[in-house]
């Protein structure tokens, strides 16, 4: 079912897969020969019998197939090892634009994060769409100023979490309290208004600072909270330790 579409790359090179039905070996050289986040539309057959958009990554990182992606109706396939959203469930959503948006950005968010691809430097700026950096480029000066507004926290005897209201736009990251002197980062939502502006480092390097204040461990179950530790080596003393 595999045919050219857009994709997303980043990552390190990869060897090749060849011997794709209608895809030209020197084709699939150009589009895999580094991780790859691809997403199309697929009349029908060969696995499905009705037309869908549909969503995979290059190879799968760990986790991917278990990702929550959106909107409601946008499912895992087993048999073709990729995510399906039926060009029904658009045709009859409220704001169809919107919610096969929602299907290319969540799926291409859980290829990325995942995989700890560097985003900084992999994603488009914001305002600058269909200019996607080249990888291995220096990194550009922002589109937008880096933010200067305050993490705000909310915190309760079991769960809590911290936030930013930038331009009116929230981003948050989620924690629970798993007895005395830890926590588990659960969930990093970052809106695509925010993309570029370090919102998500901000949020995890609070969460840091606090933990050393308080005495207090970070487990990081959230994709995005575990790449951004695994990135900053001097964040790593608030692991939990086995």
Same mark, same amino acid.
């Given at each position: 079912m595999t045919w050219p579409s857009p994709a997303f790359q980043g990552g390190a090179r990869l060897s090749t897969? %060849? /011997?794709?039905p209608s895809l030209p070996n020197d084709v699939a050289q150009e589009a895999y020969d580094r991780e790859v986040s691809s997403a199309g539309f697929? !009349?029908? /057959? %060969? /696995?499905i019998?009705? !037309?869908a958009f549909y969503a995979y990554a290059y190879p799968a990182p760990s986790g991917f197939r278990g990702a929550s992606v959106r909107p409601e109706g946008a499912f895992w396939h087993e048999g073709l090892s990729e995510f399906i959203l039926p060009y029904d469930a658009v045709?009859?959503?409220?704001?169809?634009?919107a919610a096969l948006l929602e299907f290319l950005v969540s799926t291409y968010n859980a290829a990325a994060d995942l995989g700890r691809w560097d985003r900084d430097l992999l994603d488009c700026m914001p305002g600058r769409r269909g200019q996607a950096r080249p990888h291995d480029a220096e990194q550009p000066g922002p589109a937008f100023p880096l933010t200067v507004e305050k993490v705000e926290r909310e915190d309760t005897a079991s769960? %809590?979490?911290y936030r930013m209201l930038v331009d009116g736009v929230e981003a948050e990251m989620t924690y629970s309290r798993a007895g005395e002197g830890l926590i588990i980062i659960d969930h990093t939502e970052v809106p695509a208004a925010l993309r570029g502006r370090k919102v998500g480092e901000r949020l995890v390097r609070q969460a840091v600072e606090d933990a050393r204040r308080e005495g207090v461990a970070i487990i990081p179950l959230c994709p995005f909270a575990k790449a951004q530790i695994d990135r900053h080596v001097e964040w790593q003393d608030v692991l939990r330790r086995s």
């Open positions: 897969p %060849g /011997g794709i697929w !009349p029908g /057959g %060969g /696995g019998d009705y !037309p045709q009859s959503a409220a704001d169809p634009d769960k %809590g979490r």
